[in-house]
């Protein structure tokens, strides 16, 4: 069941300070944090948790068991058959480690449970306090084995995603203290304040404006000042990065750096190797890079920061704050189309954000939604539907017997293929078929509505569902329900099309349990063509005409509980040439085959 929330809205904040030393030939760092933590709660708080990432890419860590014994791991994780975590050794495997915490002054004592710190406080933080947390910590970089780590595939040296020592987010559910298993993530909004000194032939990309550009230079300088040179092997860059709910950073002594500014938006960072096999594509990359900011800026709203990093890293795709990390040897239409769903991210999870872990369909499956028109628009692939593969991995799912609720925990499906269907598909779905039922006007209103009211907070499943009513007018609770909450799925049908006098009856049905309203478009033996509707009764509402040049007929609402419904035609059955339920195809039927009637020859 949904947790529901009966406080009205509030969330904490985080200012993090952090000055970390990076050794770049032993892969390890060390560094101070300071955290000035606020408590917007109406909760007296006694207990902290920080995430230590780093931690999961140790033999024996959750994230290790999980893969040996999940029935389809993930490849990028495995080499032999074995989970790579397993083989790591010592000096090859990651750590993430509090040396020292006090909480205003004072020590507190706290305990590592695998990715996971818990801090007893001595002071307990009353509604609407601060706290200063104050911690030395140390950590290695693991073998790139999942999202972030040392020397990944492509040879990126340094891919810094889940690094430092991060509170958990507490929020109207409570804490939310996940152990790093596989995968989603759930942050605590605030300032970052981060200095990172590494040696200086290292360039450096990620999450954050950069304070000293006309000291660090590669690339950040105005064009044509010169760069005062430094003594010492080092450099230290500072970042700082207002209302993000975390912090990334890639390093490479070999990344081409080059900027491109969006017309009325912000600035465009492009990291990269050196490598001939990628520039040119690198190259191409950045103006669709731009063309795709502007596509989300009119559909979702405008991006709130003045710079976004597109960084090759990782291995495949990531998103994080002001940033991606994206692997870089690709053909063009991949390189784009990772970028574009990367940077959709930005909206869907880095300013909308959702708790991942529990409504993973909200960032990746609205984020494959919008990044499918968004493809479909700059690399002009005019698809005539562009969700296709989504409704095709959805209905594969189904077929499969395997599908679970999307409220399960992002890290307990039995299978990730299930996860990533959910997810993904089904995901983008709850917005495509939103737009069946709304209309494609409101559906597209509701997603600007949805940022403009819920930006830089945590949007639950109930917004998304709540900002669509006061758009469409229309009651969405069982849309809600049935589909991110059930498995229940959709099948309609034409069951019989017989003569009734000088009129045709249409006898259709409901066969599978979840609701749906049904557009129905007859076509005639002489060319013509019309339309009608029958809306769903539990949805006091009627959508807009989605054919305009057709006629359309509003019939009777069908409600639910019936499964037969009959509508007559006002023409002899021989003038009728075929019957089709939801010709476009958006409405998620599991079973299109008795979708469709036509006439015998
Ligand atoms: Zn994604």
Known sequence: MEAQNNTSYWQQHVDYSMDVNVDVEKYQYSGTQKLVYTNNSPDVLSRVYYHLFFNAFQPGSEMDMRLQSVADPDGRMMADGKSRIASLSPEEMGYLRVNSLTQDNQAVSFVEEGTILVVELIKPIPPGGKTTFEMTFNGQIPLQIRRSGRNSSEGVALSMSQWYPKLAEYDFEGWHADPYIAREFHGVWGDFDVKLTLDKKYVVGG?????????????????????????GKTLTWHFKAPMVHDFMWAADPDYLHDTLKVENGPMLH??????????????????????AMQFFNK????????????????????????????TGGRNFGSLVGVMVHEMAHSWFQHVLASNESKHEWMDEGFTSFISSLCMDQIMDQKKENPFA?????????????KEQPQTTHADRYELNFAYGVAAYSKGAIFLSQLGYIIGQDKLMETLRKYYQDFKFKHPTPNDIKRTAEKVSGMELDWYLTDWTQTTNTIDYGIKAVEADGQKTKVSLERIG????PIDILVLYNDGTQETFYAPL???YGEKENPYPNLKRTVLQDW????TNYDLILDKELNNVKAIVLDPSQLMADVNEEN???QAQE
């Open 595 to 597: 979708n469709v009637w």
């Open 513 to 516: 349990l979840m609701p749906m």
């Open 537 to 539: 009764r539990m949805m």
């Open 207 to 231: 999450t954050g404006y950069l304070q000293n550009p006309e000291e660090v230079g590669h690339g950040y300088e105005t064009p044509g000042s010169k760069i005062k040179k430094t003594k």
């Open 299 to 326: 559909n979702i709203g405008d991006y709130p920061y003045e710079q976004y990093s597109v960084i090759q890293g990782g291995d495949g795709g990531m998103e994080y704050a002001m940033s991606t990390l994206i």
């Open 559 to 562: 409600p639910w509980a019936n």
């Open 270 to 291: 492009f990291f990269y190797k050196n490598d001939k096999e990628i520039v040119e594509n690198w190259k191409k990359l950045q103006p669709k890079t731009a063309e």
């Open 389 to 401: 593969g989504s409704y095709q991995g959805y209905y594969n799912l189904v077929a499969s017997g």
